[in-house]
């Protein structure tokens, strides 16, 4: 497709249990990232790729979060053991490269109950 | 203090009219700077970039930089009823990019 794709749309999981959620960025965008907008904010940053190398993880909230873009494509967002408190929109950009236009997926909406 | 400020809003304004939009951001080392509209229950869409200081312009919207001031506004013109959403400034540094928390814009026919 043109844009990015992000699946599942909508992820209901039940504490304690892992999710992955996947990106798949606009061909031949370099830069890729991945936020996480809770109702009624602006986006907040989780973690930057350049390529397949994670420069910037600094947003993962903790180390139940973590990130791959094995082949600096598709990125997979994994949460182990989720948590409530883990629920929220998460959001995948991507850019040809680092502080150009990025551009956003769908979304994935994670309910953890 | 935030990387990115913004009224909150809501912002209402008639059709027609101009809606005025404004950003400010911490780091003066900053260097690219984006308007994204969002509309309820969707994803931010990109409407602007600018990298320099001035004006650019696109259609009804115009972009103004002032690094001086660290200051990034949006100028709606002839402001349409789809015009209403969320409008949020982004300021890229580092590695990422920091958003404000968006200004909810309504227009009134």
């Known amino acids: 497709g043109a844009g990015v794709s992000q699946s599942p749309r909508y992820k209901v999981t039940k504490r304690g249990q892992d999710v992955a959620l996947r990106c798949d960025p606009i061909?031949?965008?370099?830069?890729l990232y991945w936020y996480r907008q809770a109702l009624g904010q602006g986006p907040e940053f989780l973690t930057y790729f350049n390529y397949e190398a994670q420069q910037d993880k600094s947003g993962l909230p903790n180390d139940r979060f973590s990130a791959e873009r094995p082949e600096g494509s598709i990125s997979t967002l994994t949460i182990q053991r989720t948590e409530q408190r883990d629920s929220a929109m998460y959001r995948c950009a991507s850019s040809l490269a680092r502080g150009s236009e990025a551009f956003f997926g769908q979304g994935t909406r994670l309910t953890v109950v | 203090q935030k990387e990115v400020e913004q009224n909150s809003g809501p912002l209402s304004v008639p059709e027609g009219a101009i809606a005025s939009l404004n950003c400010t951001y911490s780091d003066r080392g900053s260097q690219s700077f984006f308007w994204y509209r969002q509309y309820s229950g969707k994803s931010p869409e990109l409407i602007m970039s600018?990298?320099?200081?001035g004006d650019k312009e696109d259609g009804r919207f115009t972009a103004q930089l002032n690094k001086a001031s660290q200051y990034v506004s949006l100028l709606i013109r002839d402001s349409q009823p789809s015009d209403s959403a969320t409008y949020l400034c982004a300021v890229h540094t580092g590695n990422q990019f920091y958003f404000g928390t968006g200004t909810s814009l309504t227009v009134i026919p």
């Open positions: 061909s031949g965008h370099v830069s």
């Open positions: 600018i990298y320099s200081n």
